[in-house]
């Protein structure tokens, strides 16, 4: 009867623990979403604000290779990412394709101005940088216009920042909730130990003594929740890579380094101070609390 009861009490145990083990990974499966999403939010703004072009259109009696210096001289520019050479004949042919018809032929001559599309680096783009950027490139004697989408870029860099800020204020909610959970999930664990807590106590084991298998328990568990969070994480990264490709770009594996570390850092760390404060609490009840 004793082994029966004894073999009852162990399962009931392990399910215990595997229901924590895989309540803290689900927890710290949102908040490895949740730090992948502020991670690639920063990198997608930029990658953004690095694709908004300036044209600029060149004067028509500039030559080639004086447009190819000022080219040059662009490049080293702290403000420019990149620049593209766009010919009067590249600019005639894309702009055939837009239409479906050869206006050159229809016209007899090529219309077009020979130009450069200026990409600009992220801290720069936006429309006080940009036009601070177009009022030097206007002294410039080869340059005849600077075009640019101003409403877009007004409504991109507020849209953008408008986000960032719903996505901190989810991440905050979010991280209270989830100690919250986590330390409940292991609250609720540790309750089930409670007798075996105040049986070690009352035959002279120290606190200490005590404490300390659990704790070992409780950073077990959460190295363990944050190993089946991450395979979770790159499961779902593979499958969001197939169905959407475009997102290769946010690919980055550093960034996915520093987020697993972290998904396990907080798992750990939250499992041992959870653990630590539910211990003590049972350690500092009196026997009749125990059955309240």
Not at 239 to 262: H, K, M, N, S, W
């Amino acid at each position: 009867m004793e082994e029966f009861e004894s073999s009852a009490s162990a399962r009931k145990t392990k399910t215990i623990y595997i229901s924590t083990v895989f309540g803290i990974a689900m927890v710290l499966l949102m908040i490895g979403l949740l730090g992948l999403i502020l991670v690639k939010a920063n990198k997608l703004s930029r990658y953004v604000k690095e694709n908004i072009v300036l044209n600029i259109f060149m004067d028509d009696a500039a030559h080639e290779t004086d447009v190819l210096q000022f080219q040059k001289q662009l490049d080293g520019n702290v403000m420019v990412k990149q620049t593209q050479y766009v010919s009067k004949e590249l600019a005639a042919r894309n702009l055939q394709k837009d239409l479906g018809e050869d206006f050159v032929k229809f016209l007899g001559y090529n219309p077009l101005s020979q130009s450069l599309d200026v990409y600009l680096k992220a801290d720069y783009a936006n429309n006080a940088g940009i036009e601070k950027f177009k009022a030097e490139l206007m002294k410039n004697p080869l340059v005849k216009e600077v075009k640019y989408q101003q409403s877009l870029v007004d409504q991109m860099n507020q849209n953008l920042t408008n986000i960032i800020l719903v996505i901190l204020a989810f991440a905050g909610i979010f991280v209270v909730l989830s100690v919250a959970l986590i330390n409940n999930t292991i609250r609720l664990a540790i309750y089930s130990q409670r007798f075996l807590i105040k049986s070690m106590q009352l035959v002279g084991a120290t606190k200490g003594f005590i404490r300390k298998p659990f704790l070992l328990y409780g950073i077990w568990h959460g190295l363990l929740g944050g190993l089946i969070a991450i395979v979770i994480l790159i499961g779902t990264l593979y499958i969001a890579y197939q169905q959407i490709p475009d997102l290769v770009i946010l690919r980055d594996y550093t960034e996915f380094g520093v987020v697993f570390l972290g998904i396990i850092g907080i798992g750990m760390f939250m499992s041992a101070v959870s653990t630590y404060l539910a211990v003590n609490k049972f350690l500092r009840l009196k026997i009749y609390d125990l059955y309240r």
